[in-house]
């Protein structure tokens, strides 16, 4: 398999869609080792959300795909913000997880930091998902121990199963 990878258009859209919930949510994220599908309910992100982030400016969705046949493989949605570049999204389809995908896909984005002139990314990642947080720490982030409320009520998100949800964020100098 040859990766290739290139900035989402309006054509990856549903596809995408079906990619990063596949990953987050239900049965079919459990193939993977980062699901969220424990935590929370219903969708990730829908089309309406993807399309927003291929729109806003000095945003994009970096997304690999199989060179061979064209499949979506992951992606990662990076967004400039003064000095820093946020990165989120980070999605392995499930059955791909635990291949060098993800490093991949953060190299990647580190590759567009230093082209943005950005001297830090960081990224929120729910709390609780400490084995999470352990990978992005062995990739060179830090938890900076700050946290940011989980947006409770706002179905855009998912639907919480548990209560106390919030993010800590995590960043790197690049």
Avoid at 50 to 72: F, Y
Avoid at 154 to 169: A, H, N, S, Y
Wanted: charged residues 30%.
């Amino acid at each position: 398999m040859h990766i290739e990878f290139t900035q989402a258009d309006s054509s990856h859209v549903e596809d995408l869609v079906e990619l990063v919930n596949s990953a987050y949510r239900g049965e079919d994220s459990k193939e993977g080792w980062t699901t969220e599908a424990d935590l929370l309910d219903g969708q990730r992100i829908d089309a309406a959300g993807i399309q927003a982030l291929i729109d806003k400016e000095e945003s994009v969705i970096l997304v690999a795909e199989d060179d061979d046949n064209g499949d979506l493989l992951g992606c990662v949605h990076v967004e400039k913000q003064g000095s820093k570049m946020y990165l989120g999204m980070l999605t392995v389809a499930p059955e791909l997880q635990s291949k060098g995908l993800g490093k991949l896909l953060l190299n990647e984005s580190e590759a567009l930091a230093q082209f943005w002139d950005c001297t830090t990314i960081f990224m929120t990642v729910i709390s609780v998902r400490t084995e999470l947080i352990k990978w992005y720490e062995k990739h060179g982030f830090r938890n900076t121990k700050e946290t940011k409320p989980f947006p409770y009520g706002d179905e855009r998100f998912g639907i919480p199963k548990v209560e106390g949800l919030q993010f800590t964020v995590l960043e790197k100098k690049v």
